[in-house]
Structures are given as C-alpha cells and as structure tokens.
T-cell receptor, first 115, second 113 residues
Framework: DAGVIQSPRHEVTEMGQEVTLRCKPI?????LFWYRQTMMRGLELLIY????????DSGMPEDRFSAKMPNASFSTLKIQPSEPRDSAVYFC?????????????FGSGTRLTVV | DAKTTQPPSMDCAEGRAANLPCNHS???????VYWYRQIHSQGPQYIIH?????ETNEMASLIITEDRKSSTLILPHATLRDTAVYYC??????????????WGLGTSLAVNP
C-alpha cells in the first residue's frame, strides 16, 4: 500500500493566486481529513469527509477555502485567492469509519508558501 | 471533548526507556486515548491507542491508570530515530459521524546519544 498520497510536496505561489492541493486516500478508507499545521497554531482540522460527503467544515478558516471529494479515491483543497497567512503545511489523512479506535494514516503533507 | 495535558519537552538517553506522560482528567467513559508522533518534516504517525486496558504493540506500550485520568506511553528502548513530537489525544465521542481528533501541542522528545 502506498499510503496516503499528497501532491505537490511543495508549492510556492504569489498572493492572490489560486492554489489546489490534492490527496489520494488509502484504498478502502472511507473517511478523509484535511489538516493545517503552523508553528503558532499547531495541527488544526479544516474539514472531514465520510463516504465522500463533507461532514464538518467548521475548521475552514474562511470562504477562500473550499474542499471537494468527487470520489472515494481523490480529494482537493483549494484556496482562492491565496494570502501570505495561508502559508503552512497541509496534511491529508484517511481511515476506516467502522469501529472505535481506528488510527488515522497521514500523508507527507504539502508545504505551501504564499509570497 | 476531553482535553489533554503533556509536558512540552523531555530528554531520554539512547537505549533507555522513554516514559511520556499525559493527563486527561476529563475523559469520558467511551473515549479512547490515542498516541501519535511526528518526526520533523513528516506527517503524524499513529502509534497506539487504548480504552482502559494496557496495550502493547511493536512500537510502544500504553499504560492507562485505573481511573483513566492519565496515561503513559513507553518506548522501551529509545533510539535516535524516536526523536519526535509525541501527541496524546482523546478522541471525541463517536456520536453519529463526529470523529474528530483534538490535537494539543504534544511533547517534544529528544533522544540523546
């Protein structure tokens, strides 16, 4: 199993540009989570999906952020327009819904720098 | 959601056991304790979880007190590669589809040669 795959690994963009981050969860996992990590705020949950349906997007900072999961094997997180304060490492994670106590598997993250 | 308290940093000598404490005094009966770690520049990695019994796997052991208000993660023979930030998390109750993990600041463990 290749694990959770995120792309790109690094992204540098100018303020105002649109940024799209991509995630492929582990096959068979039906829950997917997008996190953001900064030195100041640590790991923050942005949104999570269950069976491709967004369940809780209360962590999405503002309307500039949007996430989609068109099918069980792909999700995107889009920022439009991007701002310097969006600079962070964005992680995607997945796991199986069934049962308590199932650990999440995280991807390697996308390091976003907005200049 | 129950919150956790961990020391911000710890040191351990290579080859010795690393014992990482976590306080979760407001944990409720159906909440699990999870441990993850994050090595620099990598995504968090699941280590172990438990409800009330002690647990052991190939990575670590988890000791949960009888009242469940605290726990200890034990790395029996720490190596330099165990240097990481260790997160103790109490999972929010599984009401419907609410399955978020609430992350704190963790313990930065430095394993020294």
């Amino acid at each position: 199993d290749a694990g959770v795959i995120q792309s790109p690994r690094h992204e540098v963009t100018e303020m105002g540009q649109e940024v799209t981050l991509r995630c492929k969860p582990i096959s068979g996992h039906n829950s997917l989570f997008w996190y953001r990590q900064t030195m100041m705020r640590g790991l923050e949950l942005l949104i999570y999906f269950n069976n491709n349906v967004p369940i809780d997007d209360s962590g999405m900072p503002e309307d500039r952020f949007s996430a989609k999961m068109p099918n069980a094997s792909f999700s995107t997180l889009k920022i439009q327009p991007s701002e310097p304060r969006d600079s962070a490492v964005y992680f995607c994670a997945s796991n199986q819904q069934m049962g308590q106590g199932v650990g999440y598997t995280f991807g390697s993250g996308t390091r976003l720098t907005v200049v | 959601d129950a919150k956790t308290t961990q020391p911000p940093s710890m040191d351990c000598a290579e080859g010795r056991a690393a014992n990482l404490p976590c306080n979760h005094s407001t944990i409720s009966g159906n909440e699990y304790v999870y441990w993850y770690r994050q090595i620099h520049s990598q995504g968090p990695q699941y280590i172990i979880h438990g409800l009330k019994n002690n647990e052991t796997n190939e990575m670590a052991s988890l000791i949960i007190t009888e009242d469940r208000k605290s726990s200890t993660l034990i790395l029996p023979h720490a190596t330099l590669r165990d240097t990481a930030v260790y997160y103790c998390i109490v999972r929010s109750s599984n009401a419907g589809n609410n399955r978020k993990l609430i992350w704190g600041l963790g313990t930065s463990l430095a394993v020294n040669p």
